[in-house]
């Protein structure tokens, strides 16, 4: 291998466009500064080379970035998300308090679900409202205070009961103030549109008040309780269960029904969150089929640093891959056109 | 403003110049003790374009090899001055308060 064969090789790391514009260039130049009778790279090159490629990767990434598509799907999903977050943590708040008005003296008995949990769901209700009307970085500063609810939440769970089950709406919620800081040239009610926040509105309420109406309707008594590894279904009744997947469907289908650019963006910064959703749900139960948990008397042992290294991995990995996909079919549509 | 930024528009204020020449005016300036690798200029030059600091004059052939000449522009010749006057500001402070305490007598250590 000649001493241009290497660095050409090395070239390789750097992104087809930089290369396209530098690599002749930057070859001719190593060349020039190569010593007499150099025939590999030297390791000062290599570096300099890898952390240039490393470097224009991520500038080409933060170009991406920093399109408006992609700030108007980052306010777009700061609200959706927030809305979700609200529902995950109004649900039995609304419950206890839907049962002291059909006549349930201590409700359901728990004071904590309307202390700190239903506090939380109300700033989470507070965030969306403030993105609704584009106040991005006060709902971004609230986000923050409940994002850290969620991840503590989440680590007290795993640090009682070895859990991760939950672990999917502490990245969302991490991600809400990330996303909301972005400044976007539109709202995310702008991008929206009204009939789609309309369908999140309706979204949001079925969800939130899916146990009460099935509480106070009695509309559960007859029915079994589903169980199953199904996100929003594991014990609860199927009446409930119908409201809260209907619930859901309106939050799916307002995204599904924005236009493919902002559409596009919104399913890949979701990405993380349903890789997430998948592995803590699927892969690292007691039955994972992924990488299997074992129990101690019933109790699950705690996640191994390979398991730890594939649940930050791969949001990471799904996320990267989802994003070049994007961009390249974007980029041949583009070029096709 | 790094230092290696710094250097790499100096070596461009006298006239424009290619990739290698301005490796070896940087080395110059610095009497050696920057040497900037070809990976790293070529991240900087890449970095400098885009915030129209600096452009490319012209691009020639030299014995099957392309060379691109790149020249300051007139807004990186103002950030290079700014950055110099902050430079020189910063510079003579520390002389003054080293002078002031003692620790060095007409620009060498006491």
Redesign the interface.
């Known amino acids: 291998m000649t001493l241009e064969h290497g660095y050409r090789w090395l070239m390789a790391c750097y992104p087809r466009a930089y290369r396209r514009q530098y690599e002749d260039e930057l070859i001719g130049v190593l060349l020039d500064d190569a010593s007499p009778g150099q025939r590999r790279p030297a390791a000062r090159d290599v570096l300099a080379l890898l952390g240039g490629a490393l470097h224009a990767h991520v500038r080409q990434a933060g170009a991406r970035f920093s399109g408006n598509a992609w700030r108007e799907a980052a306010q777009a999903l700061g609200l959706i998300a927030a809305l979700m977050l609200f529902v995950r943590d109004a649900r039995v708040p609304v419950l206890h308090l839907a049962m002291f008005a059909d006549g349930y003296p201590e409700g359901l008995g728990e004071p904590f679900v309307l202390w700190p949990v239903g506090f939380v769901a109300l700033l989470w209700l507070t965030v969306a409202v403030s993105a609704v009307f584009g106040w991005g970085r006060a709902a971004a500063a609230i986000a923050v205070c409940c994002a850290a609810f969620e991840v503590v939440r989440v680590a007290e769970d795993y640090g009682q009961y070895s859990t991760v089950r939950n672990l999917w709406p502490a990245v969302l919620a991490a991600m809400v103030p990330l996303v909301l800081a972005v400044h976007a040239p539109r709202s995310a009610t702008a991008s929206l549109a009204r009939w789609r926040l309309g369908t999140l509105a309706a979204a949001t309420l079925v969800s939130v008040g899916a146990p009460s109406i099935a509480q106070v309707t009695g509309a559960d008594d007859s029915t079994t309780p589903v169980y199953g590894t199904w996100i929003f279904t594991v014990g609860v009744g199927r009446i409930e269960a119908i409201l809260l997947t209907a619930g859901y469907l309106l939050f799916a289908l307002v995204i599904l029904s924005t236009p493919a650019v902002l559409r596009r963006r919104l399913l890949a910064l979701v990405v993380p969150v349903g890789v997430t959703l998948l592995l803590t749900r699927v892969g690292f139960s007691s039955t994972g089929t992924i990488l299997k948990r074992p129990t101690h008397d019933g109790v699950l042992a705690a996640l191994t640093p390979a398991q730890w290294l594939v649940l930050v991995l791969a949001p990471t990995l799904f996320f990267a891959v989802a994003v070049a996909i994007l961009h390249q079919r974007e980029r041949s549509g583009t070029q096709g056109a | 403003m790094h230092e290696s930024t710094y250097l790499i528009l100096t070596a461009l204020v006298e006239a424009p110049r290619?990739?290698?020449a301005v490796?070896e005016e940087v080395r110059q300036i610095s009497d050696g003790r920057v040497d900037l690798?070809?990976?790293?200029?070529?991240?900087a030059l890449?970095?400098l374009r885009?915030e129209g600091l600096i452009d490319i004059e012209r691009e020639e052939q030299?014995q099957s090899?392309?060379?691109?000449y790149y020249r300051l522009t007139a807004s990186g010749a103002q950030r290079l001055a700014e950055e110099s006057a902050r430079l020189r500001s910063n510079a003579d402070a520390a002389s003054v308060r080293l002078r002031r305490a003692g620790l060095i007598v007409d620009g060498g250590a006491a």
């Open positions: 290619h990739g290698y490796l690798r070809a990976g790293t200029l070529y991240a890449d970095r885009t030299v090899r392309l060379r691109r």
